[in-house]
């Protein structure tokens, strides 16, 4: 079983910037792919950002040029960076990981989410 924990949500005025982490434990054999989603109130949940084992990232275009998403492999983490940010960013953001358990199986896990809030 694999546990992920987010963190970094927040209230900022618009033209601000956050950094959401998401930390992941337990039976994981490798992490595949680690991505970002977000789900507004009266919508459905969509996804922000991903990004492969190899590096390779992908984006939605509402948020490219301003998100970044990166990982660190060694703790099992990955981050986005959301710089200049609108209020239509305002979200609960959730953290995905795609990975292989140490049994052999692969599956996929998600974080409890963290609320973003932009004022404008």
Do not use: H
């Not at 900022?12 to 490798?30: D, E, K, P, T």
């Not at 950002?49 to 984006?59: D, K, L, M, P």
């Not at 948020?63 to 986005?80: C, E, H, M, Q």
Request: aromatic share 8%; proline share 2%; with cysteine.
């Amino acid at each position: 079983q694999v546990q992920l924990v987010e963190s970094g949500g927040g209230l900022v005025q618009a033209g601000g910037s956050l950094r959401l982490s998401c930390a992941a434990s337990g039976s994981i054999f490798v992490i595949n792919t680690m991505g970002w989603y977000r789900q507004a109130p009266g919508k459905q949940r969509e996804l922000v950002a991903r990004i492969t084992s190899g590096g390779n990232t992908n984006y939605a275009d509402s948020v490219k040029g301003r998100f970044t998403i990166s990982r660190d492999n060694a703790k099992n983490t990955a981050y986005l960076q959301m710089n200049s940010l609108k209020p239509e960013d305002s979200a609960v953001y959730y953290c995905n990981l795609v990975l292989r358990f140490q049994n052999g199986l692969p599956g996929d896990s998600w974080g409890q989410g963290t609320q973003v809030t932009v004022s404008s």
